[in-house]
């Protein structure tokens, strides 16, 4: 009998965010059975009240969820928990793994893509990343790897925030969404969320739905400010034609973008228009890997229009602008 591939969800986040708080009042609310795997090294973070015995590897919880603790290779456990729910020793319905303060979340989430066994038995759902109202922008400006995270991320939730004021907030997000147009925001207070905001992000599917508006307007508690006065080295580039694309041309564009810019990419998607096809392209990648599917058809209603969003590291804009412009259908 075949198994329904299980969602995954990454939560990453800097040191002293809040993730472990944010992952106890998942848990706690949980009405499913999950393996928690504790991408770090040092002892199981999670809450010692919710520990109640060890098995092998595995720590069994007091809401019936399951958590491990990973000081080795990521998809030899991954591999173990597929086999051991296949035989029927283990029965769960979701997969959370939290990264390290300091991790880059890129490699794990390419672990999910470059193992074709892996690829079947997980979906990646989403990657979370909390951020630290009180501390969020110094550790902005002084961590790569924090701004790693906050790029890589479908959904961005500030912590701490009934700790600082509402233009601190402010700035915060404006910051966020320069660095990321594409994730949603959302304010916690003492590390509360809803399953709802965690689950079901879809944020690696090929679907109508994988862009969101590049201006904000869908980051429930964020505003955008009125002006940027930062520059991270890490940002959201928005292309975008209304009109169709030439298929050679974007091909080759795309291409060459990955040829160049591979390692400079975190995350990359879009929806474009093809000259002579009815239907949308959609695509999506992280670094070298990349997925490309035909979506629906478009309306009689609707013009056809490309959008495409880059966040990466110092990623050469013009340049980028120039050939993607190049890419228009008799152009």
């Known amino acids: 009998m075949t198994q329904s591939p299980i969602p995954v969800t990454l939560l990453t986040g800097f040191l002293g965010a809040g993730k472990t708080t944010l992952l106890n009042h998942l848990l706690a609310e949980a009405g ?96 979370l990343a909390v951020v630290d109202a009180v501390h969020g922008e110094q550790q902005l400006d002084e961590h790569l790897v924090a701004r790693k995270q ?48 965690a689950f079901g992000v879809r944020g690696f599917h090929l679907d109508e739905n994988l862009l969101r508006p590049a201006t904000g307007e869908r980051n429930l508690n964020f505003r955008p400010a009125a002006t940027r006065s930062f520059a991270d080295d890490i940002a959201a580039l928005h292309l975008t034609h209304d009109g169709p694309l030439d298929l050679q041309r974007i091909s080759a564009f795309m291409n060459r973008l990955v040829e160049q810019h591979a390692e400079q990419l975190l995350r990359y998607k879009g929806v474009l228009a093809i000259a002579g096809e009815p239907r949308r392209l959609v695509f999506q990648g992280v670094h070298r890997i990349t997925g490309f599917d035909y979506g629906r058809e478009w309306q009689n209603d609707e013009t056809p229009r490309s959008d495409i969003v880059l966040i990466g590291q110092q990623l050469p804009a013009d340049a980028i602008r120039a050939e993607f412009a190049a890419c228009i259908a008799n152009a």
Do not use: W
């Open 150 to 197: 906050a790029g890589f991320a479908d959904r961005l939730l500030i912590s701490k925030t009934d700790l600082v004021d509402e233009a601190s907030l402010e700035r915060l997000g404006a910051r966020l969404a320069a660095i990321n147009s594409q994730a949603e925001q959302h304010r916690l207070v003492q590390g509360h969320i809803a399953s709802a905001l």
């Open 32 to 127: 499913e059975r999950i393996v928690v795997i504790e991408n770090e090294f040092g002892p199981v973070s999670i809450d010692s009240e919710l520990l109640i015995r060890e098995r092998d590897e595995l720590v069994e919880m007091t809401n019936g969820c399951l958590c491990c603790t990973i000081r080795g290779d990521l998809s030899r456990h991954l591999h173990s928990l597929h086999q051991r729910r296949r035989d029927g020793e283990l029965a769960f319905t979701r997969l959370v793994i939290e990264t390290t303060g300091l991790a880059d979340p890129t490699p794990i989430a390419q672990t999910f893509f470059s193992d074709d066994t892996l690829a079947e038995a997980y979906a990646l759902d989403g990657v």
